[in-house]
């Protein structure tokens, strides 16, 4: 990628740029956030630590100029298997993110029905344009959101991108 990629970590950090290729998904850069094999190895936690939590690329407006488009991401982090969210990560995500990452899929969408009532509760309150998650392997894919809350929402599982 060009000097503008913000971060590269490990193996996800490869995986992704074979993934998405030369297009760009929603603005013209890229936001890495580490898996747990990248969060066990000490210079990738210290490199996931450079995450940047807003980015900008280019768009043009109605005259033809190019105007720089704002895309908040939030990133929940990985917690231990069997244990929940803390409330206080979710109760923190703020309402102008356009893209949630959480390790775990939210209740009922590309979940294998083992997905998190709780994140759910608070993509309800976000409304994000985006959440991906992973964790549940079986269950990559991607569905839209359902009902009134959620119907501009789309959910992705990455868990297998290999």
Not at 108 to 135: F, Q
Request: aromatic share 4%.
């Amino acid at each position: 990628r060009d000097e503008r990629s913000r971060v590269r970590l490990g193996n996800t950090g490869l995986q992704m740029r074979k993934l998405l290729g030369n297009g760009t998904l929603l603005v013209n850069e890229s936001v890495v956030l580490p898996v747990r094999s990248d969060t066990q190895n000490k210079d990738s936690r210290k490199k996931s630590s450079q995450v940047e939590t807003q980015t900008t690329g280019n768009n043009t407006n109605g005259a033809g100029r190019p105007t720089p488009v704002y895309v908040h991401v939030h990133g929940t982090d990985y917690w231990d298997e069997g244990s929940n969210p803390s409330l206080r990560h979710l109760k923190a995500i703020p309402r102008n993110t356009h893209v949630l990452v959480t390790h775990s899929p939210a209740k009922g969408y590309v979940d294998d029905g083992a997905g998190c009532p709780s994140i759910l509760k608070h993509v309800r309150r976000v409304r994000p344009r985006l959440v991906v998650c992973g964790h549940i392997h079986q269950a990559h894919g991607v569905a839209r959101g359902r009902g009134r809350s959620l119907r501009d929402t789309l959910f992705v599982n990455a868990a297998s991108c290999d």
